[in-house]
């Protein structure tokens, strides 16, 4: 097994394989706001490899901006290099430099799984991608208007999603506070879950303060209530606050095993987020699996406003995990030119529909 998690024995030292890729700009039908701001746009790159025979896999690298250990002003030129030393068979000093690219280091294994699969876009063998089974996912939220998110909780609603996920953090608390009181009122603990994702928006000495006020409403767990980096005090945090805590941010730079221990020993979170484009891929996202197992911290995967490739593929991954708890998988319908799949959602649930097809001929450069 290499980084990757890939048994290379199953592949020649990639003989006859080809790598290249082709930069694609997804555009949001709504603007998407988080706390670090707000997104029309955002590009990601899709790698195909593939064989002599004409088998494909595909692969999508999509750094965030702002977030990504990868948004750097040379990675289009490092995914040019790595498709180069990849065609020209320089395994050691390919497998180099994908190191502290996390979403490169995606992007290809997604790709290589793919292939080894076969290809046609199904990446791992489940129920789920033999569409026997779905798996439930959260209904998300975005920051806007209080009556924009209103109305957003209404949809879901009627979506069938029992639950919701809602980012905060952007607005005046009282009027996030406020609108989760209504929904709340609305819907009790017992007939709708809800988590909470602050991205960091709390600052350290208000943040007790806020989780008190929240945990009236009895959420599931709220995501990084303080900027990343702080490990004392989140750990504090953690420790104290009535409701459970999950990282997610904090989990990016993390990528020594040492020193993600240390402050995952350090924090004792209740859960963690996991987000393969991020991290590092599915094989980087299995560790930090069996590192929350070790603290008996619980977990979920969340995509990472990927396209549909990435989606699906991370979806098909997860569905060989057997998590019974709600996944951040719900993304797919935020782009007005995202990628036709398999996927779709049904009360509140993930499906994978086997007569659905792939449309990879809009996988292409779209700048």
Not at 113 to 122: A, K, L, N, P, Y
Not at 275 to 299: C, H, M, N
Request: charged residues 25%; proline residues 5%; glycine residues 10%.
């Amino acid at each position: 097994m290499d980084a990757l998690g890939l048994d290379w024995r199953l592949w020649p030292e990639g003989e006859g394989l080809t790598a290249r890729f082709f930069p694609y700009r997804l555009e949001f039908h709504r603007l998407a706001g988080t706390s670090r701001g707000q997104m029309r746009q955002r590009l990601v790159y899709f790698i195909e490899i593939t064989d002599g025979k004409g088998v494909v896999g595909r692969g999508e690298c999509a750094p965030l901006p702002g977030l990504s250990l990868d948004d750097r002003p040379d990675l289009v030129t490092r995914l040019s290099y790595l498709c180069q030393q990849f065609n020209a068979g320089e395994w050691a000093a390919w497998r180099e430099s994908l190191e502290y690219y996390p979403s490169l280091q995606c992007g290809f294994e997604m790709a290589l799984r793919d292939h080894f699969s076969g290809g046609g876009g199904q990446w791992y063998d489940s129920p789920f991608t033999r569409g026997e089974q779905s798996q439930r996912i959260n209904g998300l939220i975005w920051m806007g208007g209080i009556d924009d998110m209103r109305q957003q909780v209404r949809e879901r609603i009627a979506e069938g999603y029992r639950c919701l996920k809602f980012k905060i953090g952007a607005l005046a608390f009282e009027q996030e506070l406020a609108l989760l009181q209504e929904v709340r009122h609305e819907w009790p603990a017992s007939t709708m879950e809800i988590r909470l994702d602050a991205n960091g928006a709390f600052a350290p000495h208000e943040v007790m303060h806020r989780l008190d006020q929240l945990a009236i409403l009895q959420p599931h767990s709220i995501e990084q209530p303080i900027k990343a980096g702080q490990s004392a005090r989140m750990a504090e945090v953690c420790r104290h606050s009535p409701i459970p805590v999950a990282l997610d941010e904090e989990l990016i730079p993390l990528t020594d095993e040492e020193q993600a221990m240390e402050v995952l020993n350090e924090c004792r979170p209740a859960y963690l987020i996991l987000k393969p484009s991020l991290l590092g891929g599915f094989s980087a996202a299995q560790r930090w699996i069996k590192r929350a197992e070790s603290i008996d911290a619980r977990w979920w995967v969340t995509s990472a406003l990927e396209s549909n490739v990435g989606l699906t593929a991370i979806a098909a991954w997860t569905s060989t995990l057997e998590n019974p708890l709600p996944q951040g998988l719900g993304t797919g319908k935020l782009y007005n030119n995202n990628i036709k799949s398999p996927l779709f959602v049904k009360g509140g649930e993930l499906h994978w529909e086997l007569t659905g097809s792939w449309d990879w001929g809009a996988c292409r450069d779209n700048l």
